[in-house]
């Protein structure tokens, strides 16, 4: 696997372990009606996701070429 395919991977990967941290740590609401939830957690998973989605169609264009 070049190094190329394993930069978009690991972020792929990233993603995934983001969103599943998010539903396993949870949230919860506190005594003043405040929801603590790991909320960063979501934008950084849809961010590198798409990363490497993206890395992956450049990559598949290159090798065509």
């Known amino acids: 696997m ?30 003043n009606g405040y929801v603590n939830e790991p909320f960063y957690l979501l934008p950084i998973g849809f961010i590198t996701i798409c990363l490497s989605m993206v890395l992956y169609i450049i990559f598949a264009i290159m090798k065509k070429k």
Do not use: M, P, Q
């Open 2 to 31: 070049e190094v190329k395919y394993k930069i978009a991977t690991s972020l792929l990967i990233a993603g995934i372990i983001c969103f599943v941290l998010f539903y396993l740590i949870g949230g919860e609401v506190d005594e």
